[in-house]
């Protein structure tokens, strides 16, 4: 089946660290990926995508994320954390063709939080 | 505004009590998507339309929920009947077909926090 494992429910960092986030998936193919971002209370905003082409991708924020097909991973990093950065984030994957193409698997997310 | 907008923000109803939420895409983004997120989870798909046509149903669509999307521009969901375990936030999204890759990324509205009684 299908799936999205974000294996950290809650990572804390200090201002100023570094951050990596994970995320692997179980999918028939590639998939297209993604990491979005979610502030209390809000809605969901895409932080950076994986369609093909360079497997280290830049986003909003100054994140990055690396897709890694041997791994089946798509770890999302940061060399500094901001305070700002305190959220809650998801990785989704997505179908290329074929069966749907409509729906986002999303994991479970993993929670950040930043000590001062 | 140009983002995805959804109304109301919260609802708080009884349990057996119908209601219904809109959601107000992107202006040239011909799809629409929705999906419920639980505490502690991740956003779930629901439904998802293209223009008018409701293209895909999750299981987790019961024959309580409805969606709409009459005229290809603004969507309604509604749950009848409702239940506690239907407590949740519900979260719409756009997308437009995109040139370089048949699918397409999606934008999301802040969300309906429905709280059922």
Redesign the interface.
């Known amino acids: 089946a299908q799936s999205?494992t974000q294996p950290d429910i809650h990572i804390t960092v200090s201002e100023g660290a570094s951050l990596e986030l994970r995320c692997n998936y179980s999918y028939g193919a590639t998939p297209?990926l993604?990491w979005?971002v979610q502030s209390p209370?809000?809605?969901?905003?895409?932080l950076l995508?994986y369609?093909?082409g360079d497997t280290l991708v830049q986003g909003i924020k100054g994140f990055e994320a690396e897709f890694k097909r041997s791994q089946s991973s798509f770890n999302l990093r940061k060399p500094s954390v901001h305070w700002s950065d305190a959220a809650e984030y998801?990785c989704?994957v997505?179908?290329?063709?074929g069966g749907?193409?409509?729906?986002?698997?999303?994991?479970?997310?993993t929670k950040l939080s930043v000590k001062p | 505004d140009t983002g995805?907008s959804q109304d109301p923000r919260h609802k708080i109803t009884k349990r057996g009590q119908n209601v219904t939420f809109r959601c107000d895409p992107i202006s040239e983004h011909n799809?629409l998507?929705w999906?419920r997120q639980t505490l502690?989870?991740?956003?779930?798909?629901l439904t998802?339309f293209?223009n008018e046509a409701q293209?895909?149903k999750?299981r987790l669509l019961s024959d309580r929920f409805s969606a709409e999307r009459p005229k290809g521009s603004f969507s309604t969901l509604e749950i009848q009947r409702t239940e506690q375990g239907d407590s949740a936030m519900y979260?719409c999204?756009s997308s437009s077909p995109n040139r370089?890759?048949?699918?397409n990324?999606?934008?999301?509205?802040?969300?309906t926090?429905l709280t059922v009684l």
Do not use: T
Not at chain 1, 94 to 97: H, S, T
Not at chain 2, 40 to 45: A, D, K, R, V
């Open positions: 999205v297209y993604f979005y209370g809000q809605g969901l905003q895409l995508k369609f093909s998801f989704a997505g179908a290329r063709r749907s193409q409509g729906n986002l698997i999303f994991g479970k997310g | 995805v799809r998507y999906y502690g989870q991740g956003p779930e798909f998802y293209q293209l895909e999750s979260l999204a370089i890759s048949s699918y990324e999606q934008f999301f509205g802040p969300g926090r």
